[in-house]
């Protein structure tokens, strides 16, 4: 009797501790692509903003047309489509960057220790394999956007927002492009 009472409080306390691990990546995790999410960003933010990790590229990335894809082929195929999304940037991106889902087709890449140059180039990856990569017969298509924060002067705040306005920058240029 002592045995099964013992076995039984180890196996409640086992489902309590994956139950508390589950809660705790999904609380730092996107749960459609397993990406990092915002929450997490925010607070590595404060962890990356030394000298050390200078220089820090950051790259903001749109999915283009994400919502017809959506009203035209439905939410299943747009989820797909995050999906897929995501893992071009695993493929992509180094094991020490930061890849967040920052909201609906919305991405950022946080990369320490990076020059300029080499943010060019994984920036290049991204766009060489999301061309490579389809849904349904549907390219991936992403606007990307970059800046280089250099100096502990400037608000890492401030850098995101650079590259968000460059991304939008390479959007509108795309789709003037293609009209």
Known sequence: MLLTVVTELVSNAYTRKMAEEKVRYLGYHDNLTGLYNRVYLEQEMERLDTDRQMPIGIIMVDLN???QVNDNLGHAVGDEM??????VFRYSCREED???????DEFVIFLP????EEVKTICKRIEEKSKETYVQEVPISLALGFAIKSSTNQKLTDVLKEADENMYEHK??????LE
């Open 98 to 104: 930061i890849i967040v889902r920052w909201g609906g």
């Open 65 to 67: 047309d994400f919502k």
């Open 113 to 116: 220790q990076t020059t300029e």
């Open 82 to 87: 995050l999906k897929q999304t995501a893992e």
């Open 172 to 177: 509108q240029e795309e789709s003037q492009r």
